[in-house]
C-alpha cells in the first residue's frame, strides 16, 4: 500500500536527520541541555504519527501490524539517542532515559504493542496492570 510506504520512508528520512543532529549536538550540548532537545524532536516527529492512528475509527489487520512494525522500530532507533556513557539496564534502561525526556515515547511504545493484541490481551493486560 502507497500510504504504508510513505509513511515509513517518512519515518525513516525522520529518523536519518535526528541521527546526524543526535551525532553533532552530542560533542557540543551539555547532557541535559542535549537531551531535552532531542526529546523535543522525538516528541515532533512521533506527535505527526501518533495524531491519524488515534484518530482512526477502524485499523486492519495488516494495517495494525504495519503500525507495530514502525512504531516500534521508531522507538527503538529514537532510544539509541538517549545513551550515556554509564548507561545501564540495556534497552529497558535507554527506554526508561528516553521517556523522561520525550513524552510521547511511552505512548507511542504502547500503541505499536496493542496493535498486536486482541482485545481479551488487553483486557487481561488492564486488569494486571
Same mark, same amino acid.
Given at each position: 500500500? *502507497? &500510504?504504508?510506504?510513505?509513511?515509513?520512508t517518512?519515518l525513516k528520512?525522520?529518523?536519518?536527520? !535526528?541521527?546526524?543532529? #543526535?551525532q553533532a549536538?552530542?560533542?557540543v550540548?551539555s547532557? @541535559?541541555?542535549?537531551?531535552?532537545a532531542m526529546? @523535543? $524532536? =522525538?516528541?515532533?516527529? /512521533?506527535? !505527526?504519527?501518533?495524531?491519524?492512528?488515534?484518530?482512526? /475509527? &477502524?485499523?486492519s489487520?495488516? +494495517?495494525s501490524r504495519? =503500525?507495530?512494525?514502525?512504531? !516500534?522500530?521508531?522507538v527503538? #532507533? *529514537?532510544?539509541?539517542?538517549f545513551?550515556?556513557d554509564?548507561s *545501564?539496564?540495556?534497552?529497558?534502561?535507554? /527506554? %526508561?532515559?528516553a521517556?523522561?525526556h +520525550?513524552?510521547? /515515547?511511552?505512548?507511542? %511504545?504502547?500503541v505499536?504493542?496493542f496493535?498486536?493484541?486482541? $482485545?481479551?490481551?488487553?483486557?487481561?493486560? $488492564?486488569?494486571?496492570?
Open positions: 500500500v *502507497s &500510504e504504508w510506504d510513505d509513511a515509513e517518512a528520512a525522520a529518523i536519518h536527520h !535526528l541521527r546526524h543532529l #543526535s549536538w552530542k560533542k550540548l547532557r @541535559n541541555v542535549y537531551h531535552i526529546g @523535543n $524532536l =522525538v516528541d515532533t516527529v /512521533f506527535v !505527526l504519527f501518533l495524531e491519524p492512528v488515534m484518530k482512526a /475509527f &477502524e485499523i489487520d495488516p +494495517a504495519f =503500525v507495530h512494525y514502525l512504531f !516500534l522500530e521508531a527503538k #532507533s *529514537s532510544a539509541e539517542w545513551r550515556t554509564d *545501564s539496564g540495556g534497552a529497558e534502561g535507554l /527506554f %526508561k532515559v521517556a523522561t +520525550a513524552v510521547e /515515547f511511552e505512548k507511542l %511504545k504502547a505499536g504493542q496493535m498486536l493484541m486482541r $482485545l481479551d490481551d488487553i483486557q487481561r493486560g $488492564l486488569e494486571e496492570g
